[in-house]
């Protein structure tokens, strides 16, 4: 990495190397920008170094005691199988750092100078470097700075609970674990923990886990999880942590005392805008946090874009490269491209998995005139023999006026790679009839998805005949 720079012009400074930022420098320097990125911390961002995929390792890691306990039905002898944290923790690592050679040498290749530093804005155009106290002018910023783990209200203790930065990186497996957390990083954990072998408890303060997704999916991944052995605690909070020897003491809102190995909060995540200076630089902040972009991903000041997390629009790693792309095309490729954020598919690596794309049940029943939802639930083929008593939930939102699929929500085996072929299906505009007039592919369970007749639930169907 070069960490000297003279002051001298850049057509573009990055400020963070993660999903978008890396994408938008690639992409604009091969337009022929001069590109500059800087980043505090590793390159490759949240997603590769603490985010999707070490998460996605562990999960593939959690699943294997569900494979073994599942064989026994297919006529396999399993010997009492051991799990080792350290070696996955540390093949986990040697794959992180693996990949973030791989986005150091694509940015190295595509031309782009990367200085290792947090670097704040001073104004509109020109850009201070912390570890050299150098600053670097530049024609335009784009703030690529992702997001933060929020550290919710503080309480007595607090500095004995981790986040999933640290969640990462635990010298050993604990055995018994509370979570702090009812969203999709909090569930996610929740299952990884419980699938190597740990007791755990998720304290949620709402009514029910995963806000935001379709009730259904939210009662059954729920009782799944339970039926797993996992203990939801809904309508309290951690109020209180206290450290007893090598061991914690939780203290809910009701008074309950849990003793555990590690007290971990996963309550969401805030946009990464702490002293960066973007106050003093005029830039201003959305309603819901974040910085404010138009549909171009433009701030406030003309020379300064932002894009990701740090926009709070929708957080994820797929709509961060895309919007990085658009930047890139729209300011150094004279082709101006916005990104279109609806229907997009999403996946919760939960156990089972969750695969959603498009409106859920309540958000079409208010919107829509009228709707009809198509909703199964099974048994899949392999959980005969094995044993498990895990069902896959499938379910269809259709837009009855115009037989349009707005919405497509699945939990069970495979759900993340299901939602994105479907998605596309989705994004087209297909009917229900485009489904219908699909041959099913059996046996899978995705052939329910084609193969749903009758509706469950249909709103608005007076109102019509009317
Ligand atoms: C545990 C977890 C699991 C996740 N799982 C998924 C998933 O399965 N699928 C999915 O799509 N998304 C997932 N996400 C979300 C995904 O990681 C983010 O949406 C994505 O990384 C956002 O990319 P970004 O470019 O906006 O920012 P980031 O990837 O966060 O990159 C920002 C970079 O900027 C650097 N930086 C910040 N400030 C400065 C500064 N002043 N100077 C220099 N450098 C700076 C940071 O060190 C960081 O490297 C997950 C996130 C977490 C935390």
């Keep these: 990495m070069t960490t000297s720079v003279s002051a001298n012009d850049v057509d573009l400074f990055v400020i963070g190397a993660g999903s978008g930022g890396v994408r938008a420098a690639r992409i604009a320097a091969g337009h022929g920008a001069r590109v500059m990125i800087a980043e505090e911390y590793r390159i490759g961002g949240t997603c590769v170094i603490r985010g999707c995929v070490p998460k996605k390792l562990l999960v593939y890691a959690s699943r294997f005691s569900h494979d073994f306990a599942e064989a026994a039905g297919f006529g396999w002898t399993v010997p009492p199988a051991r799990f080792d944290w350290p ?40 850009i201070r470097l912390l570890t050299s106290g150098a600053r670097v002018r530049c024609g335009h ?44 990083i909090a569930v996610e954990f929740a299952c990884i923990f419980s699938g190597l072998g740990a007791r755990v408890k ?43 020897d090598a061991r914690y003491i939780a203290t809910l809102t009701g008074g309950r005392k849990i003793e555990a190995d590690r007290v971990m909060f996963a309550v969401g995540r805030k946009p990464n805008i702490a002293n960066l200076g973007i106050e003093q630089a005029g830039i201003r902040t959305a309603p819901l946090g974040g910085i404010a972009v138009d549909a171009y991903s433009r701030t406030s000041v003309p020379s300064i874009y932002a894009i990701g997390d740090v926009t709070n629009r929708i957080n994820l790693t797929p709509v961060a490269i895309r919007e990085g792309h658009a930047f890139a095309d729209t300011v150094f490729g004279g082709r101006p491209a916005i990104v279109d954020h609806a229907n997009v598919p999403t996946a919760v690596f939960s156990e089972p998995e969750i695969g959603a794309v498009g409106l859920t049940e309540a958000q079409a029943s208010e919107r829509l005139a009228r709707v009809d939802i198509y909703r199964t639930t099974f048994r ?31 939990v069970g085996e495979g ?28 046996p899978t369970a995705a052939e329910e998805l084609v193969t749903m007749r009758q509706p469950t639930v249909r709103y608005g169907q007076e109102e019509a005949g009317k």
């Design 141 to 184: 910023i784009l703030v690529a700075t992702g997001g933060v783990p929020f550290a919710g209200h503080p309480i007595p203790g607090f500095e004995h609970a981790i986040s999933s930065n640290d969640a990462f990186h635990l010298p050993a497996l604990p055995g018994e674990i509370v979570i702090q957390g009812g969203g999709y």
């Design 87 to 126: 070696t996955l923790i540390a093949n986990k690592d040697k794959e992180i750092a693996r990949l973030e050679g791989v986005y150091r040498s694509n940015l190295e290749k595509a031309g782009v100078e990367i200085v290792k530093t947090r670097a704040v804005i001073e104004d509109a155009n020109n």
């Design 415 to 442: 759900a993340g790679e299901m939602i994105q072929l479907i998605g596309i299906a989705v994004k087209m505009g297909a009917t229900k009839a485009d489904l219908d007039a699909t041959m099913a592919v059996h």
């Design 202 to 244: 998720l304290v949620y303060r709402g009514e029910n886990i995963l806000r935001g997704f379709d009730d259904d999916v939210r009662s059954h991944v729920r009782a799944e999880m339970e039926m797993r052995g996992i203990e939801v605690i809904v309508g309290q909070v951690v109020t209180a942590i206290e450290k007893r």
């Design 380 to 410: 899949p083929l392999k959980a005969t023999l094995s044993g498990r008593h895990s069902r896959v939930l499938m379910k269809l939102v259709i837009d009855a006026t115009t037989d349009r699929v707005v919405g497509v929500h699945i």
